[in-house]
T-cell receptor
Framework: GQNIDQPTEMTATEGAIVQINCTYQTSGFNGLFWYQQHAGEAPTFLSYNVLDGLEEKGRFSSFLSRSKGYSYLLLKELQMKDSASYLCAVLDSNYQLIWGAGTKLIIKP | GAVVSQHPSRVICKSGTSVKIECRSLDFQATTMFWYRQFPKQSLMLMATSNEGSKATYEQGVEKDKFLINHASLTLSTLTVTSAHPEDSSFYIC??????????????FGPGTRLTVL
């Protein structure tokens, strides 16, 4: 079966760095997405990785290792507004998005 | 980035009535749109894939006669929840794929519609 695992909840301090991991087992791979979702709102696109390596976008970076079925989202200089759920999703061989359950990130002052 | 709108943002209806939710791509043409629902504290669940000019493809377990999808134009898809019941209360989110966004197959999400059935 297809499976995406990410931690249920993480806590970090304002100004610090946090890494949210995602591991996947899917039928085929055509890319991995990270989305941010604030409570009661729709997801917002953060990043897309299809090749191994690190993609940096301002305070957010996303890393992919296809051989290990592993990705992480790195958030630097955390701000209170970064408190949200972070969803990992993989595009499988049929170009269907397989969603992880999301990681709830709690930022403390 | 691409913008997707949804209307209404919130709707409360009586059991047995039908509710229509609209999803529009504002600055691009979307040949494919997706409809998701999300229960509290759970991940997104794909309900159906909507293709312009053809019938929607429903995921297993989703009743096509209850959740009617119409993708009549390249910028508009509608989801109609027919004979709604309290268990249909959920957050419904649409997304659209921008065919001109390179190879990313990125989906851009609408803001969602919160449906409450009394």
């Amino acid at each position: 079966g297809q499976n995406i695992d990410q931690p249920t909840e993480m806590t970090a301090t304002e100004g610090a760095i946090v890494q949210i991991n995602c591991t996947y087992q899917t039928s085929g791979f055509n890319g991995l997405f990270w989305y941010q979702q604030h409570a009661g709102e729709a997801p917002t696109f953060l990043s897309y990785n299809v090749l191994d390596g690190l993609e940096e976008k301002g305070r957010f970076s996303s890393f992919l290792s296809r051989s290990k079925g592993y990705s992480y989202l790195l958030l630097k200089e955390l701000q209170m507004k970064d408190s949200a759920s972070y969803l990992c999703a993989v595009l499988d061989s049929n170009y269907q998005l397989i969603w992880g359950a999301g990681t709830k990130l709690i930022i403390k002052p | 980035g691409a913008v997707v709108s949804q209307h209404p943002s919130r709707v409360i209806c009586k059991s047995g009535t039908s509710v229509k939710i609209e999803c529009r791509s504002l600055d691009f043409q979307a040949t494919t749109m997706f409809w998701y629902r999300q229960f509290p504290k759970q991940s997104l669940m794909l309900m159906a894939t909507s293709n312009e000019g053809s019938k929607a493809t429903y995921e297993q377990g989703v009743e096509k006669d209850k959740f009617l999808i119409n993708h009549a134009s390249l910028t508009l898809s509608t989801l109609t929840v027919t004979s709604a019941h309290p268990e249909d209360s959920s957050f419904y989110i649409c997304s659209a794929r921008d065919p001109l966004a390179g190879d990313t197959d990125t989906q851009y999400f609408g803001p969602g519609t919160r449906l409450t059935v009394l």
